[in-house]
Antibody, heavy 126, light 111 residues
Framework: QVQLQESGPGLVKPSETLSLTCAVS?????????WGWIRQPPGKGLEWIGSIYHSGNTYYNPSLKSRVTISVDTSKNQFSLKLSSVTAADTAVYYC???????????????????WGQGTLVTVSS | QSALTQPPSASGSPGQSVTISCTGASSDVGGYNYVSWYQQHPGKAPKLMIY???KRPSGVPDRFSGSKSGNTASLTVSGLQAEDEADYYC???????????FGGGTKLTVL
């Protein structure tokens, strides 16, 4: 059974960098699929942040691309999120998830997210 | 790229059927069969209910079904049960560069 678990600081100061890690168990990241981050501000909807393949290829939401870095550590079977220059608008529950994707011929297609981690609330405040 | 459009709320009585729509454009919902639906109970992580427009993952009751017509995808819940009360989100592949787009979510109430 594939399980994902987010970890990282629950409080980040404005203008600093938010850093989260997602530990994967029950499945080797190197075996396939894409691995993504999704966030949900309190009382609001879901927003895709970005995804990564075990090779290190990354795909980002254009609206966040300038501030986001997603990396993977296959030796630890985990992947990470860094979001720089955070503001109060970045306060959200952050989820990590496995994603189906298919990249070939320079074109990538992405589909469902499953399973999801339980989520971790990150508050941006001084 | 704007979010996919979902009605903010939907409701039905136990045993009834309810359909939730998800409207996009030819560049996302209408252009690809990569629409999926998620159920989210309060304080919980979303759960995949439908993928690739109409496929159901193992363990999801067959009361849940998906379809698509043009730029609008739909999730139908038949034989409503109390535990179906939750928020539902659609998502679609949106082409190169944008990749993934979510709907704003629909709160389903079982009366």
């Amino acid at each position: 059974q594939v399980q994902l678990q987010e970890s990282g600081p629950g409080l980040v100061k404005p203008s600093e960098t938010l850093s989260l890690t997602c530990a994967v168990s029950g499945y080797s990241i190197s075996s396939g699929y894409y691995w993504g981050w999704i966030r949900q501000p309190p009382g609001k909807g879901l927003e895709w942040i970005g995804s990564i393949y075990h090779s290190g290829n990354t795909y980002y939401n254009p609206s966040l691309k300038s501030r986001v870095t997603i990396s993977v550590d296959t030796s630890k079977n985990q992947f990470s999120l860094k979001l720089s220059s955070v503001t109060a608008a970045d306060t959200a529950v952050y989820y990590c998830t496995r994603q189906w994707g298919n990249c070939s011929g320079g074109r990538c297609y992405f589909s469902w997210f499953d399973p999801w981690g339980q989520g971790t609330l990150v508050t941006v405040s001084s | 790229q704007s979010a996919l459009t979902q009605p903010p709320s939907a409701s039905g009585s136990p045993g009834q059927s309810v359909t939730i729509s998800c409207t996009g454009a030819s560049s996302d919902v209408g252009g690809y069969n990569y629409v999926s639906w998620y159920q989210q109970h309060p304080g919980k992580a979303p759960k995949l209910m439908i993928y690739e427009v109409s496929k159901r993952p193992s363990g999801v009751p067959d009361r849940f079904s998906g379809s698509k017509s043009g730029n609008t995808a739909s999730l139908t819940v038949s034989g409503l049960q109390a535990e179906d009360e939750a928020d539902y989100y659609c998502t679609s592949y949106a082409g190169s560069n944008i990749y993934v787009i979510f709907g704003g979510g629909t709160k389903l109430t079982v009366l």
